[in-house]
């Protein structure tokens, strides 16, 4: 069975970066969500699922993020979550991986190029892959570094 | 004209004050600003609080210059367009973002052609000087990440790889 897959993320520069790994998802079943729902248009002929932003000054906003992330899961049940960030992602990640046994994939922004995002050092413990797009922030004990998405 | 953004996540006063500034000081040329949540609104400068994508790549396309904070999204944008950007970054202590990574980007992309760093508002004015006198904004990239890094993808999630 094609394999299903959730790419999620934030708006802005997270989800062009997402946009750029849409050849990893050839041959699987991918539906996408972000925050911004006239994102829609980048990806035709996908399911896509409107998410609540949330940020770390804007806390408040977890709940509508919870539940919206929460509504996608279940619709998709996705074998593998990936995301480039930030706090909606790091929520689907750990709601995937606690409801659903979703394989998890954590890609910090090519932004954080001096230290790994705070939403990034959460989901290093439950991310199944784990990754910096910065050589020298990765190390043994993780994060990986497979490249750039530029 | 010089396309102004902010995103539209987090507000950004500081930029677009300096920008509506420079929009009043200079009436010969036209400025267009995304404000995204900011509550100071332009008076010498056109602007929206959000544009649709589609839009936004068409101002980047059109501008002269572009004048962003210095997010991803922004030099990306400006970079497939080969738009000259001037970029200043937000800062954790004023309460711009949650995180001082802006200045990180900003560093990180300082020096390369096309890319002009304001370090604050008072270096606005000669960052846009700079940028108007260049030749060719940001070199462009190819649309996808690179096919090794793909392809790891790829394999990982169809469980070809442990």
């Not at chain 1, 970066?17 to 991918?30: I, T």
């Not at chain 1, 896509?48 to 709940?63: A, D, I, T």
Request: proline share 5%.
């Amino acid at each position: 069975m094609t394999q299903r897959v959730l790419a999620i993320c934030s708006s802005g520069g997270h989800w062009m970066q997402l946009m750029r790994l849409q050849r990893s998802f050839e041959g699987l079943d991918v539906a996408y969500a972000c925050t911004r729902a006239d994102y829609e248009k980048d990806v035709p002929g996908h399911r896509f699922y409107v998410v609540g932003e949330v940020n770390s000054k804007s806390l408040q906003r977890m709940p509508r993020t919870l539940y919206t992330v929460m509504r996608a899961l279940l619709k998709e049940r996705p074998d593998t979550i990936i995301t480039t960030g930030a706090l909606p992602g790091l929520t689907a990640l750990v709601l995937g991986k606690v409801f659903f046994r979703s394989k998890t994939i954590w890609i910090d922004s090519i932004a954080n190029s001096e230290q790994i995002s705070v939403s990034g050092r959460h989901a290093s413990r439950i991310a199944d892959v784990f990754l910096t797009q910065w050589p020298h922030l990765s190390s043994p004990d993780g994060p990986d570094y497979w490249g750039a998405v530029i | 004209m010089i396309f102004v953004t902010v995103g539209t996540v987090m507000p950004f006063d500081r930029l677009i004050i300096a920008l509506d500034e420079w929009a009043a000081a200079h009436p010969g040329t036209a400025v267009f600003a995304q404000i995204g949540s900011g509550t100071y609104l332009p008076k010498s400068m056109e602007w929206d609080r959000s544009l649709a994508p589609s839009l936004f790549r068409e101002k980047v396309e059109a501008a002269e210059v572009v004048v962003a904070h210095a997010g991803i999204g922004s030099y990306l944008t400006s970079a497939g367009a080969r738009t000259p950007l001037v970029m200043m970054p937000r800062r954790k202590a004023l309460g711009e973002h949650t995180t001082d990574h802006q200045l990180a980007t900003a560093n990180w992309l300082r020096g390369r052609e096309g890319i002009f760093v304001a370090e604050d508002e008072t270096g606005i004015e000669q960052a846009i000087s700079e940028a108007m006198d260049s030749v060719a904004g940001p070199d462009q990239f190819s649309d996808h990440a690179p096919e090794a890094f793909v392809n790891r993808l790829n394999a990982y999630i169809r469980g070809r790889e442990a």
